[in-house]
Structure formats: C-alpha cells, structure tokens
C-alpha cells in the first residue's frame, strides 16, 4: 500500500477514499503523524454496518477518488463513543443551546403594566458557561423583575428552521463583576462597547424547543439548558453543508438509497421506492446529519443519517462522510451484502410555507 506523504495530510476536503475496507489487514496496517500512531482499522471501523465475509472480496479502485484522500483524514484522532440508538441526534437542550450560540438577534416579549403583550426585535449575546442571555435595552420599555420570553430562531438551509424560546424574568444585574463580564461578552460578540445600565439579562426557568415551523415542542427545564453544551461542529456546519450538496450531491443520494429504509408506501407497484428524486442536507452535527428528500411521487420527506460514531470537529466529521461514501459504494455495488438494520424513521414534511 502507498502511504501518502506528510504534505498530503493537510490537504482535508471531502472526497471519497479509494481504499476498499474489505481489504484492510488491522492487524498490519498503521499511519503515523508525528508522535501518535492511528491503526487505519480504527480510523475507519463501522460498528454498525458489518462486512460480509470480507477476506474473500476483492475490489478495483474508483477512478474518480484522489488516492490519499481518505489517509488525510487520519490526522484528526477518531471519537471514542460510538453512537447507540438513544443517542442518534443532540438533545433539545444541546439544539438550543447551539441556537442561542449561532444567533445574536431574538424577539423578546413581556407584559406592559397596562398588561398588554409587547414584543420588539432585541440583539442579544450568550454567556458561554450557563447559556444565559445578555440584551442591551431601554429601561422605559420593559421593566426589570418582570416576566419575560425570548424566541429565537436559525435558518438552515432555507429549509428548516428550528426555534427556541426561553421563559424567565428580565434581570437587571446589580453585582460590579457580573457588569464587567456581560460588557465583555458583548463586546466580544458586537465589536462595541455598551453602558452598563443598558445591560438586562433573562433569568432562565423553561425553555420550549422546536424542529421547524407548525411542528410540537419539547419543554424542559433550566437545569438541562445550563448543563448542556453547544454542538462543536456549529462553527463549521454551513460551510460543510455547502461543499456537500455542491460537489457531493451523488453521495447524498447514494445514501439515502443505501442506508435509509425508503418506504414511501407508493400505490403504483411499477415505482421503485429505493429512489430519491432530490436529496440535501440541510444540518450537521456530532452525532450525524440531517438530509431533505423527494420521493418519486413528489413528496417530501425529512431522515437522520447518524455517524458510526461521535465526532468532535470538522475533521472527524469529514473523515466519517468520507468512509461512509465508500462503504455505501461498496454496498451498492454488492460488495457488501447489506447485512445491517437502515435507518427506518423518516417524517414526512407536511408543510414548506416557509
């Protein structure tokens, strides 16, 4: 085998690998960089899509993948938590702690002492540790102590939108450090400085989280939104969706027809349910990602297409697609039998008024 040489290490974009997994001694093979050495078999193992009798296949190389594309990727160390069927997407209180880190303009609302609802568009900035939100606002509009709720919204893709909104009181903070600290956090977000008698902060109880438009939500407490930790892929998520659904578009599709269970119910037995006419995602993160598709009747349908295992940056990330286009490949073209449970909930989208 042909290692590559160590400038091809940082040379990281998605591509699919070359080398076939089936034909991987572990036992033999290793990569080096610098002081830690990376058993391929690690980098690369599938604990969920098992080969088939693999000492006895033998595989050609795809042409149209760079032949070190796949070893590049080795430079990131692979997670050690494996994904298991509880842990397939973050939880609400990650979601929306990721929400409230990739957004800086919310809606706040309260009560006017006339007691009518009163709602205005607010810039807000997060302090890191609790998640706690920090708003510059004119104290004649609302009133420290009160009750208040902040919406706040991502776009992804154009596609989806998942909402936050967090409930508590609108806080005046009293304490000289916690003012010098919320002047920091905010310049650091807005590059401009603000007077500390225009800094309020929401007191968070509950917070409701939601996927998208017109669809339920989930309440939880303060507590789990203060444990919880943004996404680290949040960073990175957009320009990878991007380079995906532009240079990889065949990939998507190759994986929802592998490793989705696509039973879209068609009543015409001449329509081949394994095809899906349009395919994107529209999110990533460390547990997986999110993909958009069209069945054959035009329905539109939303699957979560979950990583062999957690991945903690971009290059984990990108390493994980890259041997999951590879292995989809080989299934595809029976090389692989596909022995392995695909993903089975699919949600239909009822709904793209947005």
């Known amino acids: ?10 040379n990281l974009s998605i591509h699919s690998p070359i080398i076939p997994l089936t034909t991987i001694n572990s036992s033999s093979t290793h990569h080096k960089h610098q002081s830690h050495t990376l058993p391929l078999s690690t980098a690369i193992s599938f604990p969920q899509f098992k080969p088939h009798n693999a000492a006895a296949l033998t595989l050609k190389r795809r042409r149209r993948f760079s032949p070190f594309r796949v070893l590049s990727s080795v430079a990131s160390p692979p997670a050690a938590t494996e994904i298991t069927s509880t842990s397939t997407k973050p ?3 990650e979601v929306s702690r990721t929400i409230m880190e990739l957004t800086s303009v ?3 609302s309260t009560l006017t002492p006339q007691g009518f609802p009163l709602g205005i568009g607010v810039r807000f900035a997060v302090e890191p540790q609790q998640g706690t939100p920090i708003l510059c606002l004119n104290p004649s509009f609302f009133p420290s102590d009160s009750k208040s709720s902040l919406h706040v919204q991502l776009e992804q893709c154009g596609l989806r939108t998942p909402q936050c909104t967090i409930q508590g009181c ?5 304490d000289a450090s916690d003012l010098k600290k919320f002047q920091s956090i905010w310049r650091k977000r807005f590059n401009e400085d603000v ?3 225009l800094i309020h902060i929401v007191a968070v109880e509950r917070i409701l989280q939601t996927e998208d438009f017109m669809e339920d939500g989930v309440w939880f407490t303060s507590l789990d939104y203060k444990m919880a930790v943004p996404d680290p892929l949040r960073d990175y998520a957009e320009s990878i969706i991007q380079e995906i659904n532009t240079n990889n578009m065949e990939d998507i599709h190759r994986f929802c027809n592998v490793y989705v269970d696509l039973n879209f119910q068609s009543p015409s037995p001449n329509i081949n349910p394994e095809v899906v006419s349009k395919a994107n995602m529209i999110w990533v993160d460390r547990l997986g990602f999110d993909v958009r598709l069209t069945s054959p009747q035009n ?6 297409i979950p990583f062999p295992r957690e991945v903690t940056d971009e290059k984990g990330a990108k390493s994980s697609f ?4 590879q292995l989809a490949w080989e299934m595809e073209k029976h090389y692989h039998a596909q022995d392995y449970k695909k993903v089975n909930q699919v949600k239909k989208i009822t709904s793209r008024s947005h």
């Open 299 to 304: 329905d539109v349908f939303e699957v979560r």
């Open 91 to 93: 939880s609400p209180a």
């Open 170 to 174: 609108l806080d005046k903070p009293q």
């Open 195 to 197: 007077d500390e008698e």
């Open 322 to 325: 890259n041997c999951m286009s």
């Open 1 to 10: 085998m042909i290692l590559p040489t160590q400038s091809s290490l940082s």
């Open 106 to 108: 919310a809606t706040l």
